[in-house]
C-alpha cells in the first residue's frame, strides 16, 4: 500500500522511518494489539506526540495488519471538511435546521440525536444504523470550518462513495448560504 506520509516526514517528526516502527512494533507484539494499545505504546514509551501516534498507528495497521482504508474497529469511517466564509451561527443553523437541511442537502436526511449550539451535532443517517458527527470550528469572525465524519459504514467502497457525496453536499451548504 503506498504511504501517505514520506519516510523522511515521519523521520523528521518522530525519529524513525517506517520500517524503523515497522520493527519496533511488530518487536512489542503490536500485531496483536488493539489500535489504542498501539498508539498509547507510541505516545508513552517513545513520546511520540498524539497525532504522530495515531499516524504511525494507521499506517503499521494498514502495511503489517491489512487494514483497509478508512477501516476502523466499528466498521469503515470517513470525514470530510470545508471551510466557509460564514459564521458559525449562520452554518450552524443551516445543518441544525431540517427546512433548510432540505435545501442544501437535497435527496437525504438525517435524525439529530444531539446537539451543542454553533459547535455540534450528532445524528442518525437516512439509513438508520450509520451515524454522522458534525464539528464547527470558528477561524475568524466570519471563517468557519465544518467536519463532518460519517461512522459504521459498511465497506471500503461505500467509505469512498460516502466521501465524494459529503464533498458534494458541502459544497452545495456553501452555495446554498451564499444565495440565502
Known amino acids: 500500500m503506498a504511504k501517505k506520509i514520506s519516510d523522511e516526514a515521519v523521520k523528521k517528526r ?3 522511518n517506517w520500517k524503523e516502527w515497522f520493527s519496533v512494533l511488530n ?3 503490536a500485531k496483536k494489539m488493539e489500535h489504542k494499545e498501539i498508539a ?3 505516545s ?3 513520546h511520540v506526540s498524539d497525532w504522530w501516534s495515531q499516524m504511525v498507528t ?3 495497521e494498514q502495511d503489517i495488519k491489512g487494514r483497509k482504508k478508512h477501516e476502523t474497529s466499528t466498521g469503515f469511517q470517513i470525514s470530510k471538511s470545508k471551510t466557509f466564509l460564514f459564521s458559525v451561527s ?3 443553523s ?3 435546521s431540517a427546512s433548510q437541511r432540505k435545501l442544501w442537502l437535497m435527496n437525504n436526511d438525517f435524525k439529530i440525536t444531539s446537539l451543542t449550539k454553533n ?3 450528532r445524528a442518525k443517517w437516512v439509513d438508520g444504523f450509520t451515524n454522522i458527527e458534525i464539528q464547527l470550528y470558528a477561524k475568524e469572525k466570519f471563517k468557519t470550518q465544518l467536519v463532518v465524519q460519517h461512522n459504521k459504514l459498511t465497506s471500503e467502497k461505500e467509505a469512498d462513495k460516502m466521501k465524494i457525496y459529503w464533498e458534494k453536499k458541502l459544497y452545495n451548504l456553501n452555495n446554498y448560504l451564499n444565495k440565502k
Open 44 to 46: 508513552e514509551k517513545y
Open 90 to 92: 449562520k452554518i450552524f
Open 58 to 60: 494507521v499506517q503499521y
Open 27 to 29: 518487536k512489542a507484539g
Open 14 to 16: 518522530t525519529g524513525k
Open 119 to 121: 459547535k455540534s451535532i
Open 94 to 96: 443551516a445543518v441544525q
Open 40 to 42: 498509547l505504546l507510541l
